[in-house]
């Protein structure tokens, strides 16, 4: 058996947070819109990651997931979401930090959910 790539579902009340987060500050791409349709929806994809985005609110109650997204990078991508938004930083963990099992990190927060950034 073979996998080659895991897409998360990840809902929000309103699809728009999402599109500030992965999009304006993240550099995700729309690679298919259905954003003006009754039910919102898009696939985002970047460097080979792909998203699905809902806006479903019921769901969005239900369901806050946290990612990593690995980098080789992480003062580049720090320096770049810190200066363009810091509003993102998670306030828990918004410096480049190493954790004790030994990866450097750090965290961003939306609406609706967590990402850490991380570097081995």
């Not at 985005?53 to 003062?75: C, K, S, Y």
Request: glycine share 4%; aromatic share 12%.
């Amino acid at each position: 058996m073979k996998f080659t790539r895991l897409v998360p579902n990840v809902f929000y009340t309103d699809i728009n947070d999402a599109l500030i987060f992965f999009v304006n500050c993240l550099e995700f791409t729309i690679e298919h819109n259905e954003l003006g349709a009754k039910q919102p929806f898009c696939v985002i994809e970047k460097d080979g990651l792909r998203i699905n985005l809902f806006e479903n609110a019921e769901l969005a109650q239900e369901h806050n997931p946290e990612f990593r997204l690995v980098t080789d990078d992480i003062e580049a991508v720090y320096q770049q979401i810190a200066s363009s938004h810091p509003e993102f930083l998670h306030p828990n963990l918004n410096k480049i930090t190493l954790r004790p099992w030994g990866a450097r990190e750090f965290a961003l927060t939306d609406t609706q959910l967590g990402i850490v950034i991380q570097q081995w």
